[in-house]
């Protein structure tokens, strides 16, 4: 696979440039040192970005006051995870003092739920469809894989339109003779319509994934089971999935960390309400530092903090399961 | 290593080429929002003063109103935000406000015109700045599709009605035309308290520190909780978004979808503007409750920022749109009621104003006088928006059946004092 | 007709009959057709409705728009009603002004014949139509060309920018052995999930303090150095034989040649996956240049979008048209390089 020649010459025009230094460096520092020299601009980058954030989320957590800068926060210890966490039972919401913030757990926790559910069944049954003999597979790959493309402002948006008052689906359920449903001032339909419409815009990536799992599984197998005369079914359950269970894992988890860290298309979607009904984690943390009338950095550090260490778990969770498969 | 940082990243900031040769104009950005045409005068305005000091520009920053209270503060608390700028949350954002008064040359006729209002605008102790003027003064109150009730054959109640008359109405008014929306009130704790102020509520204990919740208060939250269950306030408008997000029904009043809308003077350019004659709309006084017949006072102020590298640059332009002939013809152009005293006094001629728009401006405008001593205290106090916000969060969560109304008054209690408490900590 | 009904009851590529399976898999695919691409069509069909089309209900599948007529002594057009009379006659009306339930309604030929009718009594006339105005509109108002080219310029240098620093640090960590090797892949590895969301404002914080705020650089920098694309492309480049690498040294390549003239060459599919990734999460980035960006000149796409949503609450058919406009760029993008993106996720990175 190659680059058309002009274009090829043109970007490669910056590296050609930096050949001399680079090697007037290397004679400097020598051939071992050079590893380092490579791994440098990226590290500097995440070394600015993200762990220096890190760092100074962490003070922000364990500081108060409203100022933005650091050095202006007067140091309050555990005291806003304390606040955080004070609670009658973490199970109902009203008995916290930051119910806010335990609303948006309990939401997430139901949100990631029916998703990871929803999207792996889906893309389960859609990647053994597609990977069946049929005609014009590449099309209906793309067909599913299409809403992964869209941004969630874009999906949220043509969501709310059908979902309205007077919007298609409302169209469609008077047309069979039923009442027109309010589906934003009731909160379980409309977690379930942030469920549907979340999956309906990333099922397709997991369909990929499930579909190239499916592809490596040996034919030959698959030969024997035919020549045996292996119902279908059986040959999916004792074949198919044993198989692409690895692949299988790492969708799941994938799908966890997703549905964990979901804001934006819920954020436009439903805007969080009815009330707090699809209310997330993430959201909290960023109405709680930006968009609320008296911006609480510290609090939202810390409810960032206790994401994140949610969030580390579940990566740990991908990779032992990445590495089980034998990556 | 943040100084390689910052070399490094300057560096490929110098591509991005934005690097203004010192010239010898300044430009001063402002950041505004419009409710109706105001944006639209303002930029006339502007381009006027500008022919007049060549060596200014003022950038006229376009922004929903939604930013204004969402990403503002955070700007001006990173000292990044603009030169000037409207501004809803007078008390919330007194301490970003520059003092203009070493600047002007007729201080003295700012205090006269503006002086009562300059007291929203200081932060707490202070007692002699000067930070900007009212581009308008607002009073909340009632507007009232006419025709739907002479479709419905229902007379409208008379001067001193109480809220239940009028809810009583506009539920059989909205019943007989199929309105959706009997009664709708912005979700918005500033509009919440013109009901409370007038069942009673006195928001403040005798050391003038917040007791939000009182007899007042829960008579007015238990009104609005009966409303919702029984259909003369719908759902879909307080319990649709979350938190303290706002969320008017103008749109669906000027479909003429609503019966009576509560929200404030400063709907009548855009009504004047998109009603046309499809209906007939009318503002009609507040309605009383057991204390008082009163709206709520608010407005919003052109201020400077005390961040700005230019502040007599600022204060020019502002000491140029303050004075009374130009902010004469804000007033006028946006059909605004005015914030300037001696334009008050004299009565604003409302040359484009269509008939129904100059009557509902004389109606607001005799609201003005009738606006109870708890509502004026309450709009100058400086964490207003806490209170605001705390109230119609929880009411929502009450309107959505999240909490109990006793659960909501707590709540609302303890989010008061704990946010104060947090903006007050050093 | 016969080319169909073969077509129906051929039988499978591999000669069998049809299974109930086949036919079951034919018919999810072609649900999957429609409710995957349906809602977007409904969203392209609905932006060039006029609000009044908008409105109603049901919604026409169509857009249309109701006839206007234009009388003498009348500055605007009047809309054209079918009316039933009392006396059930059908006339053609237009319409002078409607308060609550009853229209005031005239002859379109003799305006001194007026009427007035319950709107229950009244359809709209109406004919096929497209509301090019719910696009012309806005960009005026709304900036979308600008908007446009924010999104373009930051894209376009975050992956440019993105390929080339996640190569470098994937060459390093794939080829050498050094120490500090594995203290760096377990942090690029540990790091692999955190969103930007947990440290949005201490990112903030040192965008402020780096003087970026509001420029296109704030959007581009902080996600620059993706763990993903190190990962991804690091996986790749163990794949590729060493002894390129060891004849390019003995023809004196300095290290920097060999990463570049014989590494990216080789690595050029995983690069493409990372450069649609990349293309993708910037140009549909929401949430961080929401909060980094409040100028509105330096607003994106999705941003503008947003805010346009924000403050037309419910003007839907300028809130369609834009959107509409929003999703066009990577659509095209889409159409061209389906088969590159689908074929290279199940390749790459996922072994």
């Not at chain 2, 909205?174 to 500033?190: C, E, Q, V």
């Not at chain 3, 039988?11 to 809602?39: K, Q």
């Not at chain 3, 780096?210 to 694309?229: E, H, K, R, Y």
């Not at chain 3, 000149?297 to 369609?320: D, K, P």
Request: glycine content about 8%.
């Amino acid at each position: 696979m190659t680059l058309p020649a002009p274009l090829g010459a043109l970007t490669t025009l910056p590296l050609r440039l930096l050949d001399a230094p680079m090697r007037a460096l290397q004679r400097a520092i020598g051939e071992r040192r050079m590893p380092y020299v490579f791994l440098a601009p990226n590290a500097a980058f995440f070394g600015l970005f993200v762990f220096l954030p890190i760092a100074i989320n962490l003070w922000f957590s364990v500081t108060g006051g409203p100022a933005l800068f650091p050095s202006e926060r007067p140091y309050v210890g555990a005291g806003q995870y304390a606040y955080l966490f004070e609670c009658g039972s973490y199970i109902d919401p009203n008995s916290c003092r930051e119910d806010h913030f335990w609303r948006g757990v309990a939401n997430t926790a139901k949100f990631t739920a029916f998703q990871v559910v929803a999207m792996v069944g889906l893309s389960l049954v859609t990647a053994v469809v597609l990977n069946m003999k049929i005609r014009a597979r590449g099309f209906f790959r793309a067909v599913y894989f299409f809403p992964v493309l869209l941004s969630p402002v874009v999906v949220a948006l043509i969501w709310k339109w059908i979902l309205q008052r007077d919007g298609l689906l409302n169209a469609a359920i008077t047309a069979m003779g039923g009442d027109k449903i309010l589906f934003f001032i009731d909160p379980n339909w409309a977690m379930f319509w942030a469920v549907l419409v979340s999956v309906w815009a990333h099922m397709g990536f997991y369909t990929l994934i499930l579909l190239a799992g499916l592809q490596a599984i040996p034919a030959d197998l698959y030969e024997a089971a035919e020549m045996d005369a292996t119902p279908r079914f059986r040959v999916f359950r004792l074949i198919t999935l044993p198989l692409l269970w690895p692949n299988m894992v790492v969708v799941i988890v994938l799908a966890l960390i997703r549905g964990v860290q979901i804001f934006d298309e819920v954020y436009v979607l439903t805007g969080g309400g009815p009330g707090s009904a699809t209310l997330m984690v993430v959201q909290y943390i960023y109405e709680t530092a930006f968009s609320n009338q008296v911006q609480n950095f510290g609090l939202a550090a810390a409810a960032s903090c206790v994401l994140g260490v949610v969030l580390f778990c579940l990566t740990l969770a991908q990779l032992a399961a990445s590495r089980r498969k034998g990556a | 290593m943040k100084a390689i940082a910052r070399t490094l990243v300057l560096g490929l900031a110098l591509g991005l080429g934005v690097a203004q040769a010192a010239s010898a104009q300044t430009t001063l950005r402002m950041t505004w929002y419009s409710d109706g045409n105001e944006g639209e005068v303002m930029a006339d305005l502007l381009k006027r003063f500008e022919s007049k000091n060549p060596d200014i520009k003022v950038v006229l920053d376009e922004v929903p109103f939604k930013a204004i209270n969402e990403t503002l503060p955070v700007q001006l608390a990173s000292g990044q935000g603009p030169d000037m700028a409207r501004v809803a949350d007078l008390g919330g954002l007194a301490r970003y406000m520059m003092d203009l008064r070493p600047y002007l040359k007729n201080a003295a006729t700012w205090e006269a015109n503006y002086g009562p209002f300059l007291k929203w605008m200081r932060v707490p102790g202070d007692t002699a700045s000067i930070p900007g003027y009212m581009t308008q003064l607002t009073v909340t109150g009632p507007f009232v599709n006419k025709s739907l009730f002479e479709q419905a054959g229902i007379a409208m109640p008379g001067a001193n009605a109480t809220w239940q008359d009028w809810a009583t109405a506009a539920k059989s008014v909205a019943a007989k035309t199929g309105a959706p929306f009997p009664l709708a009130i912005d979700r918005s704790g500033h509009r919440f308290f013109s009901l409370a102020i007038a069942q009673g509520a006195k928001v403040f204990d005798a050391a003038g520190e917040p007791a939000v919740v009182d007899d007042g208060f829960k008579r007015a939250a238990q009104l609005v909780v009966d409303w919702h269950k029984s259909g003369v306030m719908s759902k879909e408008l307080w319990g649709s978004v979350s938190g303290a997000a706002y969320r008017g029904a103008n749109e669906e009043f000027k479909n003429a979808q609503v019966v009576m809308y509560v929200s404030g003077s400063w709907q009548i350019g855009q009504f004047d503007k998109t009603v046309g004659d499809a209906f007939d709309w009318v503002a009609v006084p507040s309605p009383c409750g057991p204390a008082n017949c009163t709206g709520m006072p608010g407005g919003a102020a052109l201020v400077g920022i005390k961040a700005t590298k230019h502040p007599a640059e600022v204060a020019r332009v502002l000491d140029y749109l303050a004075s009374e002939e130009i902010a004469g013809e804000l007033y006028a152009r946006a059909l605004f009621v005015p914030g300037n005293l001696a334009l008050a006094a004299k009565g604003i001629d409302y040359k484009a104003a269509s008939a129904p728009a100059k009557a509902a401006l004389k109606v607001f405008g005799a609201a003005v006088a009738k606006l109870d001593p708890v509502a004026n205290q309450l709009q100058g106090y400086t964490n207003n928006r806490i209170i605001f916000n705390a109230v119609i969060s929880r009411l929502g969560q009450t309107i959505t059946g999240e909490t109990t109304l006793d659960e909501a008054y707590g709540r609302i209690t303890q989010d008061v004092a704990q946010q104060i408490a947090e903006r007050n900590k050093k | 007709m016969t080319k169909a009904f073969a077509f129906l009851s051929r039988r499978r590529a591999t000669g069998r009959p049809l299974h109930w399976t086949d036919i079951a898999a034919y018919i999810y695919l072609g649900i999957g057709v429609v409710v995957m691409f349906g809602p977007v069509l409904w969203l392209v069909m609905s932006s060039f409705k006029t609000p009044a089309g908008l409105l109603e209900f049901p919604p026409s599948l169509l857009p249309m728009s109701q006839t206007e007529v234009s009388v003498p002594g009348q500055a605007q057009p009047l809309p054209l009603f079918r009316v039933t009379m009392p006396d059930g006659q059908v006339r053609e009306l237009v319409q002078l002004r409607r308060i609550g339930l009853v229209a005031q309604m005239a002859d379109p030929k003799d305006l001194t014949q007026t009427f007035r009718v319950p709107v229950d009594k009244r359809e709209p006339v109406r004919a096929f139509s497209v509301a090019t105005g719910n696009y012309t509109e806005p960009l005026r108002r709304f900036d979308f060309l600008h908007f446009l080219w924010n999104s373009v310029f930051i894209t376009v240098v975050a992956t440019a920018l993105t390929l080339l620093i996640n190569s470098m640090a994937a060459y390093a960590l794939s080829i050498y052995e050094f120490p500090g090797k594995n203290a760096a892949l377990l942090t690029v590895i540990g790091t692999l999930m955190i969103p930007i969301t947990i440290i949005l404002v201490p990112v903030y914080l040192v965008v402020t303090e780096l003087g970026l705020v509001n420029t296109a650089w704030a959007v581009i920098l902080p996600g620059a150095a993706t763990p993903t694309g190190v990962f991804l492309l690091r996986q790749y480049m163990l794949t590729l034989p060493r002894d390129l690498i060891e004849a390019a040294r003995m023809d004196k390549a300095s290290e920097w040649q060999i990463y570049w003239r014989i590494i990216l060459p080789l690595t050029l599919p995983a690069l493409a996956v990372l450069a649609i990734f990349s293309v993708m999460w910037r140009w549909n980035e929401f949430l961080w240049p929401l909060a980094v960006l409040t100028k509105t000149e330096s607003y994106t796409l999705q941003i503008g979008l947003n805010a346009f949503q924000g403050e037309l609450q419910t003007q839907w058919h300028y809130l369609l048209a834009m959107t509409v406009m929003t999703l066009l760029p990577i659509a095209l993008v889409f159409v061209f390089l389906q088969r590159f993106i689908t074929t290279g996720i199940g390749n790459t990175g996922m072994k």
